[in-house]
């Protein structure tokens, strides 16, 4: 509550247990981390706008409004940082852009979340990651869309996606929690619907007149060079098992299409609006209804390393699975 309420500040801290993809057995415990950040006022300006229009993310959402949520916080403070040191759960394995905290659904109900975008590690992964992926997996003709922008835009609306849809449900009459009915798939879950909302609340923006027309194509695109980036930490994960269920259901609609001659794969810009509608409103409805079997249905059938997406991964063994920060301290 208190870490909600800090205005004004230049040091963005983070201590405490929060994310739980560690646990694969319930997801229910949470491991310690920290963030030490500073904040970068400009760039925290400029996405300001964003936040005043959760409440019309939420009215969006492809799903009857007796499901959606409107009892969470209305707070949804955003800013950018440059991250200086991490530790903890935030220091293993795979290296955060950002994080929308805290997760507790009481602070939401109360207050809402605050997002925070690291910087410089999107820069980071930006050039030693997600340009050289694209240049290798995107057909030639839509690498002009791949941008810096269209990154760090899209992690800005996934990390806001967490913020909306359901959050306490009931199922059978009892008050629960999505988190509680879904388990171990709740994590991964939970992350595909962040990626889906993160483009879904892009067209948003662009409707509202917030974001350009012509940046449309610039997050399609780019989302879809990033998910072979997210799939290579490996679809067990919840980040990269998220991916791998929208890459395979965007694939099999026609929403991408993968040339065989070439290795290639490219968006279907007259398609992926409506296919990824359907699949939002497939993983919302889950939670929703707090429907683990048809989670585990969900995860059987799409989150798994489809034929074409194996081709691909495996033309990507020359770079970098991720980055590894290293922050020096000036003496």
Known sequence: MAWMD??????EVVIGPYEVYEDALFNYKAAFECFLTLVDPEETQKLKQFASYLNDMEKNLPIPDEYKNFERGSESPIMVVQE??????????VQTLAFNLPNDERVRKAKGSKKVMLKNLHE????????PIAEIVLDKEQLKYVTFDGFF????MHEMSHGIGPGFIKVDGRETEVKKELKETYSKIEECKADILGMFNNMCMIKNGVLPKEFENEMWVTFLAGTFRSVRFGISEAHGGGNAIIYNYLLENGAYEFNKETQKVKVNFDKIYSILTDLANKVLMIQAKGDYQGSLDLIAKYGIESETMKILVDKLSSLPVDIKPEFEIEK
């Open 153 to 156: 835009t899209h992690t800005l």
């Open 6 to 11: 800090l205005k004004d500040h230049t040091i």
């Open 124 to 131: 980071a992964k930006y050039e030693k990651l997600l340009k």
């Open 84 to 93: 200086v040191f991490g530790a903890g759960d935030t220091k293993a394995g």
